[in-house]
């Protein structure tokens, strides 16, 4: 932000500041969802038929939600799938713009037999070669890693001179308790993303085990890279409870009846 002299016959300490106006590049987006058996975890909701809703169900129907919101603000956005075994390998290669294939791709992901580590390297090696050729289109690469594992902390061989793109999280994990480790899970997430980030990147986290948590976060991804503040200055989603009662406080004052003491 550039500060401008103010003009005119205001006083000489007064100042305007002006942003210049910039284009904001269309996204290439990569989701790496993590396919461990823990994403097989349920959810505290039931499908039809009170079929068990897993993590991974709620996360595909989160994706599409983003991907739908995305594609109205900008639909020359485009998407990549990826899964997170032991290693990240491709689900869908190609970015499309194609309601149809991000709906075929996500279903293409299932879940594999138990992982055990979680290596990120090949994920970030992925994400730099895409993001040179995203480059050169004038576009912009971001990784939208959804990860479910307690108690296995992600690994990574990464130089941290190459931020090449912006690496989003979401950590849907158990409560803590005596056989896993979430806060250390969390911990090394975030440094994975501080690591590589190009632009601020986000993390989030539930262990509630609630669909509406894990919307309500990947709605808050819908934010550009380029345009976002610090995640500690967020103050969004604004609370509706605090929202409602100060609209209703101001309504109580709008109808109070003065009585006048003449």
Known sequence: MEGVEGQGSGPPTASRYTLQPTRLASEDILFCVDVD???????????????????????????????????????????????????????????????????????????????????????????????????????????????????????????????????????LHDKPGPDNCPQKVYDGLVEALEHVSEYEGYIFESGQGLTRVLFRHMCTLLSHPQQRCVQDDLDIPKSLTKKSATSDSALTDENAVVVSSQ
């Not at 994403?39 to 991974?56: C, D, F, H, Q």
């Not at 990240?88 to 138990?114: G, H, L, N, Y």
């Not at 390297?121 to 050729?133: C, G, M, N, S």
Request: aromatic share 8%.
């Open 37 to 171: 058996n823990e994403s097989l975890v349920e959810m505290k909701v039931a499908a039809a038929g009170g079929r068990p809703y897993t993590r991974l169900d709620s996360i595909k129907q989160a994706i599409l939600l983003f991907v739908n919101a995305k594609l109205t603000i900008n639909p020359d956005h485009r998407f990549a799938f990826a899964a997170l075994g032991k290693s990240a390998s491709w689900v869908r290669k190609e970015f499309t713009s194609d309601i149809d294939s991000v709906v075929s791709a996500c279903r293409a992901i299932a879940v594999d037999s138990p992982c055990g580590h979680a290596d990120l390297t090949q994920l970030f090696r992925v994400a730099a070669h895409e993001a040179k050729k995203t480059r050169a289109q004038n576009r912009i690469l971001r990784v939208v890693l959804l990860y479910c594992r307690s108690s296995i902390p992600p690994q990574h061989q990464w130089p941290a001179t190459q931020k090449l793109f912006t690496l989003d999280v979401v950590y």
